[in-house]
């Protein structure tokens, strides 16, 4: 049972950092002629950097707290139907949710890399 539970876990974690990775790549694309348009008006690549990691940690301490409450009426749930005595370690949820957090700011940093560095001219050009 532990077995097919990790299984079951990895496939689910690997399918939500492929969505984070996604969601990231769709918010950047959605910025950028924002951030053209300050770029032009003089503001500068870090300043805009962090700009979008700022958003992204934003939506992940709001993910954190719908998520809290959700995990501990589901853990209750789960210990009223499952029938044998398990222990939740505590540590489980704080890691998991800096394992998403880190890989979800690392892929934001690294698509807004590029991003930023690209000529503000070639973005509003197409517009």
């Not at 009426?73 to 939740?88: A, L």
Request: charged share 15%; with cysteine.
């Amino acid at each position: 049972m532990n077995h097919l539970i990790l299984i079951f876990t990895c496939a689910a974690l690997v399918i939500s950092l492929l969505g984070l990775t996604a969601m990231s790549i769709y918010f950047i694309a959605q910025r950028k002629r924002d951030i053209a348009v300050r770029k032009v008006f003089g503001s500068d690549s870090r300043s805009e950097m962090l700009r979008l990691i700022k958003f992204s940690s934003a939506s992940l301490a709001v993910s954190l707290l719908i998520g809290l409450p959700l995990m501990y009426i589901g853990i209750q749930q789960i210990d009223k139907i499952v029938t044998y005595e398990s222990s939740f370690p505590w540590w489980v949820p704080v890691a998991a949710f800096l394992i998403v957090a880190l890989i979800s700011l690392a892929s934001v940093w690294l698509i807004s890399r590029k991003t930023v560095r690209e000529n503000p001219v070639l973005n509003l050009k197409t517009e």
